[in-house]
């Protein structure tokens, strides 16, 4: 009986935890970290805000877990692409094309994601899934380059590089700024433009041939 108590007892804690994970994710969804308050979140999930303390030993490492779950939801996202069908050019063009896409449809998560100032802790998951990110460009940059579509020395390198013109390509539209200009009425750039840009740039970056330029089979 006492094993069934402390069981139900853990099953109950992993419940809340989740629960709590949830609602902080939820408001980085609409206001990015800025709007992760302890007393606000417990709110959210009608517990007292001590009892979040029970689960994260502090708000940095709650943002930082949270982070963490929204980051590896975009490098799983990616990852199917690069590792799906296609050649290594399409599959990074489309690669970059879906990222974009994912970013603008959730802007206020993506820039708090990339740029948004965090938690030290927070940083340092940004750190870790700024690598994974490189990881996945380097196994597309090594079979682009095996099979000759894509002409890079420094692979490694490379694909760091990608990861930080993806980042600096949408930060400014994804910003508050650019958001704020937005509603008042002000022209930016559209997705497609801001994909194509970047699209561009990344295959002139690998060597590889833009779409246009293809040959003709």
């Given at each position: 009986?006492?094993?069934?108590?402390t069981?139900?007892?853990?099953?109950?804690?992993?419940?809340?935890?989740?629960?709590?994970?949830?609602?902080?994710?939820?408001?980085?969804?609409e206001g990015?970290?800025?709007?992760?308050?302890?007393?606000a979140?417990?709110?959210?999930?009608?517990?007292?805000?001590?009892?979040?303390?029970?689960?994260?030993?502090?708000?940095?490492?709650?943002a930082?877990?949270v982070?963490?779950?929204?980051?590896?939801?975009?490098?799983?996202?990616?990852?199917?692409?690069v590792?799906g069908?296609?050649?290594?050019v399409?599959?990074?063009?489309?690669?970059?094309?879906?990222?974009?896409?994912?970013?603008?449809?959730?802007?206020?998560l993506?820039?708090?994601?990339?740029?948004?100032p965090?938690?030290?802790?927070?940083?340092?998951?940004?750190?870790?899934?700024?690598e994974?990110?490189?990881?996945?460009f380097?196994?597309?940059?090594?079979?682009?380059v095996a099979?000759?579509?894509?002409r890079?020395?420094?692979?490694?390198?490379?694909?760091?590089?990608?990861?930080?013109?993806i980042?600096?390509?949408l930060?400014?539209?994804?910003?508050?700024p650019?958001?704020?200009?937005?509603?008042?009425?002000?022209?930016?750039?559209?997705?497609?433009?801001?994909?194509?840009?970047?699209?561009?740039?990344?295959?002139r970056a690998?060597?590889?041939?833009?779409?246009e330029?293809?040959?003709?089979?």
């Amino acid at each position: 009986m006492a094993y069934r108590t402390t069981a139900l007892r853990i099953d109950r804690d992993q419940s809340l935890r989740e629960q709590i994970l949830n609602a902080a994710l939820a408001r980085v969804v609409e206001g990015g970290f800025a709007a992760l308050t302890m007393q606000a979140l417990a709110a959210d999930v009608g517990i007292a805000t001590g009892s979040l303390y029970r689960h994260f030993s502090s708000k940095g490492c709650l943002a930082a877990e949270v982070f963490a779950v929204a980051s590896q939801r975009e490098v799983e996202a990616l990852a199917a692409i690069v590792r799906g069908p296609g050649n290594p050019v399409q599959r990074l063009a489309e690669g970059l094309e879906r990222f974009a896409a994912r970013a603008w449809d959730s802007r206020q998560l993506a820039f708090a994601l990339i740029a948004e100032p965090v938690d030290p802790l927070v940083d340092e998951q940004r750190l870790l899934y700024r690598e994974a990110y490189a990881a996945l460009f380097i196994e597309l940059l090594q079979e682009g380059v095996a099979d000759g579509q894509m002409r890079v020395q420094q692979v490694n390198l490379v694909a760091a590089c990608l990861v930080g013109a993806i980042a600096e390509v949408l930060v400014g539209p994804l910003s508050p700024p650019a958001r704020t200009a937005r509603e008042a009425g002000y022209p930016g750039p559209s997705l497609a433009e801001v994909s194509q840009v970047l699209i561009t740039f990344c295959l002139r970056a690998v060597g590889a041939p833009l779409p246009e330029e293809e040959p003709q089979s």
